[in-house]
Structure formats: structure tokens, C-alpha cells
């Protein structure tokens, strides 16, 4: 079998002016990027369009180290959906480099269901990661040199802030340095650090803002630190927003691309769903719902994150009404969770099967408080037998939930056609079953209550004094409006990474709060959370090499 690259290389890739034909965009509203990638402009977005276009999320149980291919399904699903005459977009986030040379080693879709030009999607694409990397340094070297100025200077307690740099790179060593040494001319010392790309703030705020005059003003909201007599200090305090913005003026334009069986693919945004808000961009939605009659996209990890912020956050910012809900799952992640270890996975195992399907439970049952009946996407692999796909069938049958063989990693949309079929008709008997989880205006402490108690099923959510102390100042400051993306361990339902399947009677600690004014939320952290993640034993990079013709290997 072919590697997902070299299927990638092997493709007819057709130009990206005559995948603008099919969503009728005219030649000259591209920004081309080469002969395969394009930048669209933003007044291709139709509201009224919007509204009548169907969307439809992918989401998926809770993810394990065998992988549980929601790219993939997502992709496969908008090629089966066009095989069967329906117009349909994919948008997806970018690839972050940090995945890809870390653990992933590529993320854009698996086997015959990928968007390509594979490997610049993966490496560097439009320079989307870098524009976002240099407006959020822009902002932490303005900082910095206002808290050094003699005059003009604002007063920022420099321990006050907590605006780290960025870099889109695993590097676990730049954590927590200490800057400014080496004397007066060399700044003011300090402790900081760096996070990965993905999980700044300017990501976050990208992703939500609607325009490039939205985005300038969300930019300036961004919260800085305080003074020393207590003063709160915004970006807009440091004039900083007008040149952050001009470093995005390009990164705001979402990305046109093409899957294996040349169908329009958007990619735009990249934050991660343990951290941010984990979906692509609201503009790149809306432009795909524009062009379209159907909109394929998908939440970063499971539903009670991924989904759960694309409902809470996105779709109430954006005015987003979603028809469809899929819930990607795989024989051996459910086998995994039912307690098979990781080496014995290819092997049928039908009891610890039938015991983690709780967790698939969890999350069909998710999704419905708000308001939908997802569909369960079987994702095929290999070593599924007939006995535990019969098993999970009629599991799914004793729920009362539509069920689909997925086989689209091999057989491309051919083998989503089922799927596609079940989400039109789920489309059909949902065209405004859509309701939040939470409405803006509850407390904090309400809209981490539906999260934790709903979501995750917790029985008590718990607060540090440090904890409640940043709510009451975030308070203080008239932001109670604000979102709230919670941020926890993608490996289990609860905030304790080693508790697989469905754990019940535990209590969720939240051990401190972020504010992200510009994005438009707050960020409890419950548990231990790196947004700088570290390389793998093995990294991906050991495996990615360039011959003297420049062709890439390794990405898969």
C-alpha cells in the first residue's frame, strides 16, 4: 500500500483557477499562490447565502494514539457528497509544523482522502502560521520596550504579564526563560516564555474575527497586565493594533485548495481545540457556505471540546446555524478505551469493544443537548473484523443513532457514499435544530457548570483561590460577556489524562483562568495544559527527508 504522499504525488493535481471555476469565482478575485494554492478575497462572502447552505460538523470520541481520522472522513465525505451531486466545500484548519514534525508527521487527510498540494499544505502553505507568529511578537517586543522607555512609559508591572512570544515549533527548552539580561541597555529582566504558534492569542482571535476592521479592534482588546497602580493595560494602549493587523492583511484571506478528486477545499486558521477554540476560520466558513450548497468541516479532537467550542463559540459569534452532525469512530480507539493495549488493537476483541463503547454513548449523547442525533461514522480500518463492525452496528441500532461503514482512506468518495446519503437526509429533518449550550450573558461559573457537569459529565467543578480571584477581576474589568473555552486533556472526557472510556463521579479543578478579550473568551485551565508541547522519542522530522530533485518524503 501506498504511503499518504506518495498517493498525494501520484495524483492529477489540477489547477487552482479551474477549482474556482466550479464554485464560480472569477480569475481575477484569485490571489494565486503558484499554480495550486490561492488566496480568496473576503467579498465573496453572501450572508444570505450563508443562511440557506447547509453545514455539517465532523467530530469524533475521544482520541487515542492509534488516531481516529476525522480529516480523513471529513475530506472523504465532501468527495462522496459531490459524487452523489450535491455542491461541497471542505474547510479545514492548517497543519501546525509542531504536529507535523513532532508526532503527526502531516495533517491533511489520509490515503485517497486528502487535500493537496499535500506537502505545502503542511510546510509553510500561504504563510498564514508566520503572519500570525510575527503580529504576536510584534505585541510582546512593543511590550517589552514600553516597560524599558524613560519616557512614555505606561507603568506595566512587568509581573503582571503574560504575554508570552510564539514560534510554530515543538521546543519544550523556551518554555520559561528569563529575558532582558545582560544589563540597563539590554531591557528589564523578567520571567516569560514562548508558546507554540497555534495557541496564540492572535490565532484565536483570526479565527472568530469577521473583517479586517473587526479583526483591528479585536487586536487592540487584547488584555496586557496591569500597572503598578492597578490600571488595566489593552494592546490598543500600546498603538499596537494598526501594525499587528497590516502584518495579517493576507493571513485574514482563506485559502483555496483541492482534494484527490479535485473538489474545491478551504484551509484557513489552526488553533488547537485542547487550548482555543480548535476550528477554522469563521470567514473561511461563511466563504465556503457562499460558494456552496453544502459545507464539510471538523472540530479539533472530540465533542466535548472540538465541538463543544465550535457550538459555544463559533457558531454564536458567527451566526452559524450547523444541520449535521458526524461522530467519526473506530473500532479500535473503542477497544482502546474498553482497556486493549495499544500493541494488541489489530487483534478482535469483542468485550473490551463492547466495554468502551460508553464513550461513544458520551458523546452521542453530547451532541444532542444541542439538539442534534448525530450520525456514527465507522472509520475502516484493516483489522476490523465482521463481528466487531456487526457488534458496533447494532449498538448504534439499540441507540436509535444512524450508523455508516466509512472506507473513504481507501476508496476515496466512493467509500463514503453511504455516509453521504444519511448526513443529506440528516440535513433534511434539521434545518434549525441547532441551540447553544449556554447563552453569553449567564456567569462564568454558569457557563463552566453546563461545560463540565454536560460535556464532560462531571459532579462538581472545584476553584483555586487564584482561580476565583482572576474571575472576579476579569469581572471587574465589564467583561462577564466573554465565552468560555475551557482548557483540559484531549485524552480523556474528564481532566484527568489516564481516565479512559466514560468516567463518572469526578470533580473538574479549575487551577487558574485566562482572559482572551481579543478572541472573545475566557480560557479555564483544568489540569496541567502545555502550549508549548515538546518532540517525541521518535520525532516525525527523523522521517522527513528532501532528495537532490526536490521531492519530499516522509510526510504521512
Given at each position: 500500500?501506498?504511503?499518504?504522499?506518495?498517493?498525494?504525488?501520484?495524483?492529477?493535481?489540477?489547477?487552482?483557477?479551474?477549482?474556482?471555476?466550479?464554485?464560480?469565482?472569477?480569475?481575477?478575485?484569485?490571489?494565486?499562490?503558484?499554480?495550486?494554492?490561492?488566496?480568496?478575497?473576503?467579498?465573496?462572502?453572501?450572508?444570505?447565502?450563508?443562511?440557506?447552505?447547509?453545514?455539517?460538523?465532523?467530530?469524533?470520541?475521544?482520541?487515542?494514539?492509534?488516531?481516529?481520522?476525522?480529516?480523513?472522513?471529513?475530506?472523504?465525505?465532501?468527495?462522496?457528497?459531490?459524487?452523489?451531486?450535491?455542491?461541497?466545500?471542505?474547510?479545514?484548519?492548517?497543519?501546525?509544523?509542531?504536529?507535523?514534525?513532532?508526532?503527526?508527521?502531516?495533517?491533511?487527510?489520509?490515503?485517497?482522502?486528502?487535500?493537496?498540494?499535500?506537502?505545502?499544505?503542511?510546510?509553510?502553505?500561504?504563510?498564514?502560521?508566520?503572519?500570525?507568529?510575527?503580529?504576536?511578537?510584534?505585541?510582546?517586543?512593543?511590550?517589552?520596550?514600553?516597560?524599558?522607555?524613560?519616557?512614555?512609559?505606561?507603568?506595566?508591572?512587568?509581573?503582571?504579564?503574560?504575554?508570552?512570544?510564539?514560534?510554530?515549533?515543538?521546543?519544550?527548552?523556551?518554555?520559561?526563560?528569563?529575558?532582558?539580561?545582560?544589563?540597563?541597555?539590554?531591557?528589564?529582566?523578567?520571567?516569560?516564555?514562548?508558546?507554540?504558534?497555534?495557541?496564540?492569542?492572535?490565532?484565536?482571535?483570526?479565527?472568530?474575527?469577521?473583517?479586517?476592521?473587526?479583526?483591528?479592534?479585536?487586536?487592540?482588546?487584547?488584555?496586557?497586565?496591569?500597572?503598578?497602580?492597578?490600571?488595566?493595560?489593552?494592546?490598543?494602549?500600546?498603538?499596537?493594533?494598526?501594525?499587528?493587523?497590516?502584518?495579517?492583511?493576507?493571513?485574514?484571506?482563506?485559502?483555496?485548495?483541492?482534494?484527490?478528486?479535485?473538489?474545491?477545499?478551504?484551509?484557513?486558521?489552526?488553533?488547537?481545540?485542547?487550548?482555543?477554540?480548535?476550528?477554522?476560520?469563521?470567514?473561511?466558513?461563511?466563504?465556503?457556505?457562499?460558494?456552496?450548497?453544502?459545507?464539510?468541516?471538523?472540530?479539533?479532537?472530540?465533542?466535548?471540546?472540538?465541538?463543544?467550542?465550535?457550538?459555544?463559540?463559533?457558531?454564536?459569534?458567527?451566526?452559524?446555524?450547523?444541520?449535521?452532525?458526524?461522530?467519526?469512530?473506530t473500532i479500535r480507539a473503542l477497544k482502546y478505551h474498553g482497556g486493549t493495549k495499544l500493541s494488541d488493537l489489530?487483534?478482535?476483541?469483542?468485550?473490551?469493544?463492547?466495554?468502551?463503547?460508553?464513550?461513544?454513548?458520551?458523546?452521542?449523547?453530547?451532541?444532542?443537548?444541542?439538539?442534534?442525533?448525530?450520525?456514527?461514522?465507522?472509520?475502516?480500518?484493516?483489522?476490523?473484523?465482521?463481528?466487531?463492525?456487526?457488534?458496533?452496528?447494532?449498538?448504534?441500532?439499540?441507540?436509535?443513532?444512524?450508523?455508516?461503514?466509512?472506507?473513504?482512506?481507501?476508496?476515496?468518495?466512493?467509500?463514503?457514499?453511504?455516509?453521504?446519503?444519511?448526513?443529506?437526509?440528516?440535513?433534511?429533518?434539521?434545518?434549525?435544530?441547532?441551540?447553544?449550550?449556554?447563552?453569553?450573558?449567564?456567569?462564568?461559573?454558569?457557563?463552566?457548570?453546563?461545560?463540565?457537569?454536560?460535556?464532560?459529565?462531571?459532579?462538581?467543578?472545584?476553584?483555586?483561590?487564584?482561580?476565583?480571584?482572576?474571575?472576579?477581576?476579569?469581572?471587574?474589568?465589564?467583561?462577564?460577556?466573554?465565552?468560555?473555552?475551557?482548557?483540559?486533556?484531549?485524552?480523556?472526557?474528564?481532566?484527568?489524562?489516564?481516565?479512559?472510556?466514560?468516567?463518572?463521579?469526578?470533580?473538574?479543578?479549575?487551577?487558574?483562568?485566562?482572559?482572551?478579550?481579543?478572541?472573545?473568551?475566557?480560557?479555564?485551565?483544568?489540569?496541567?495544559?502545555?502550549?508549548?508541547?515538546?518532540?517525541p522519542g521518535k520525532p516525525s522530522a527523523e522521517k522527513i527527508d528532501?532528495?537532490?530533485?526536490?521531492?519530499?518524503?516522509?510526510?504521512?
Amino acid at each position: 500500500m501506498k504511503s499518504d504522499i506518495e498517493i498525494a504525488q501520484s495524483a492529477s493535481i489540477q489547477p487552482i483557477v479551474d477549482i474556482a471555476k466550479q464554485l464560480n469565482i472569477p480569475e481575477d478575485d484569485l490571489e494565486l499562490y503558484g499554480k495550486y494554492k490561492a488566496k480568496l478575497p473576503l467579498k465573496l462572502i453572501d450572508e444570505a447565502k450563508v443562511k440557506n447552505s447547509k453545514l455539517i460538523l465532523v467530530t469524533a470520541i475521544t482520541p487515542t494514539p492509534a488516531g481516529e481520522g476525522k480529516t480523513t472522513t471529513s475530506i472523504g465525505l465532501t468527495q462522496a457528497l459531490n459524487k452523489i451531486g450535491k455542491k461541497t466545500t471542505v474547510v479545514l484548519r492548517e497543519p501546525s509544523l509542531g504536529p507535523v514534525f513532532g508526532i503527526k508527521g502531516g495533517a491533511a487527510g489520509g490515503g485517497y482522502s486528502q487535500v493537496i498540494p499535500m506537502e505545502d499544505i503542511n510546510l509553510h502553505f500561504t504563510g498564514d502560521l508566520a503572519a500570525v507568529e510575527k503580529a504576536h511578537n510584534l505585541l510582546a517586543a512593543l511590550i517589552d520596550n514600553n516597560i524599558q522607555l524613560k519616557e512614555g512609559n505606561l507603568g506595566i508591572d512587568p509581573r503582571t504579564v503574560e504575554w508570552k512570544r510564539v514560534m510554530d515549533m515543538n521546543e519544550r527548552s523556551l518554555r520559561d526563560i528569563v529575558i532582558g539580561l545582560g544589563g540597563p541597555k539590554q531591557g528589564v529582566p523578567r520571567e516569560t516564555g514562548f508558546n507554540i504558534t497555534a495557541a496564540s492569542q492572535v490565532m484565536a482571535t483570526l479565527c472568530i474575527a469577521k473583517d479586517l476592521k473587526d479583526l483591528k479592534e479585536r487586536l487592540g482588546n487584547i488584555f496586557i497586565g496591569y500597572t503598578y497602580d492597578d490600571k488595566p493595560i489593552f494592546a490598543r494602549d500600546l498603538k499596537a493594533e494598526g501594525a499587528m493587523t497590516v502584518l495579517l492583511k493576507d493571513a485574514i484571506k482563506p485559502n483555496l485548495v483541492q482534494t484527490l478528486e479535485g473538489n474545491p477545499a478551504i484551509i484557513h486558521g489552526g488553533p488547537f481545540a485542547n487550548i482555543a477554540q480548535g476550528t477554522n476560520t469563521i470567514i473561511a466558513t461563511k466563504t465556503g457556505l457562499s460558494l456552496s450548497d453544502y459545507v464539510v468541516t471538523e472540530a479539533g479532537f472530540a465533542s466535548e471540546l472540538g465541538a463543544e467550542k465550535f457550538f459555544n463559540i463559533k457558531s454564536q459569534f458567527g451566526g452559524l446555524k450547523p444541520n449535521a452532525v458526524v461522530i467519526v469512530a473506530t473500532i479500535r480507539a473503542l477497544k482502546y478505551h474498553g482497556g486493549t493495549k495499544l500493541s494488541d488493537l489489530q487483534n478482535e476483541n469483542l468485550s473490551t469493544l463492547e466495554k468502551g463503547l460508553e464513550n461513544l454513548d458520551k458523546h452521542i449523547e453530547n451532541m444532542g443537548f444541542y439538539g442534534f442525533k448525530p450520525i456514527v461514522a465507522i472509520n475502516k480500518f484493516s483489522s476490523d473484523t465482521d463481528a466487531e463492525v456487526e457488534l458496533l452496528k447494532k449498538h448504534c441500532d439499540k441507540m436509535g443513532v444512524v450508523v455508516a461503514l466509512n472506507d473513504s482512506w481507501a476508496k476515496g468518495g466512493e467509500g463514503a457514499i453511504d455516509l453521504a446519503e444519511k448526513v443529506v437526509s440528516a440535513v433534511s429533518d434539521c434545518s434549525t435544530c441547532f441551540k447553544p449550550l449556554y447563552e453569553l450573558d449567564w456567569s462564568f461559573e454558569d457557563k463552566i457548570q453546563a461545560i463540565a457537569t454536560k460535556m464532560y459529565g462531571a459532579d462538581h467543578v472545584e476553584y483555586t483561590v487564584k482561580a476565583k480571584n482572576q474571575l472576579k477581576k476579569i469581572g471587574e474589568l465589564g467583561l462577564s460577556n466573554l465565552a468560555v473555552c475551557m482548557a483540559k486533556t484531549q485524552k480523556s472526557l474528564s481532566d484527568d489524562m489516564h481516565k479512559k472510556g466514560r468516567p463518572r463521579g469526578f470533580t473538574v479543578k479549575i487551577r487558574e483562568v485566562e482572559l482572551s478579550s481579543g478572541a472573545g473568551f475566557i480560557v479555564p485551565i483544568a489540569g496541567t495544559i502545555m502550549r508549548m508541547p515538546g518532540l517525541p522519542g521518535k520525532p516525525s522530522a527523523e522521517k522527513i527527508d528532501i532528495d537532490e530533485n526536490g521531492n519530499i518524503t516522509g510526510l504521512f
